[in-house]
């Protein structure tokens, strides 16, 4: 019976080279900021332009105000996103992904069952119809 030899591999590491980072003039205005996006996937955006962007985002603390409002347009079947719609023509800014956070951390865990399963039923539904 013939050994076959292995081939190992080497124990000294590879060496990786770190993405560049995207630089921005030192005189710039922070629109000048924003406007600046990653230039390749595998640079980094400045820490400035990911914080103009954080600022964008909803106040989930704002949304839990609409919570009742919310449960009463899912009980008539609204859709997450139907719903945010629905804030957004109403002058709350907001997506639909903002919307399922709020109203299903509101829920007790009973009720999140409910909905869970009324999802379920809500996505066999539209897969029968397509």
């Not at 103009?52 to 079947?77: C, F, H, N, W």
Request: proline content about 8%.
């Amino acid at each position: 019976m013939k050994k076959t030899l292995s081939k190992k591999r080497s124990k000294i590491p590879a060496k990786k080279s770190l993405p560049r980072i995207a630089s921005v003039p030192a005189s710039a205005t922070p629109a000048e900021v924003i406007s600046v996006p990653p230039s390749t996937a595998m640079s980094l955006p400045p820490p400035e332009f990911l914080f103009r962007e954080a600022e964008q985002e909803p106040d989930l603390l704002t949304l839990s105000a609409y919570v009742d409002s919310i449960g009463m347009l899912r009980r008539k079947g609204f859709s997450y996103r139907d719903i945010a719609h629905w804030l957004s023509e109403r002058g709350v800014d907001v997506d639909h992904n903002a919307v399922y956070r709020v109203y299903t951390n509101s829920l007790s865990d009973y009720d999140a069952h409910l909905e869970d399963l009324r999802e379920a039923e809500e996505a066999e539904e539209e897969a029968r119809r397509n």
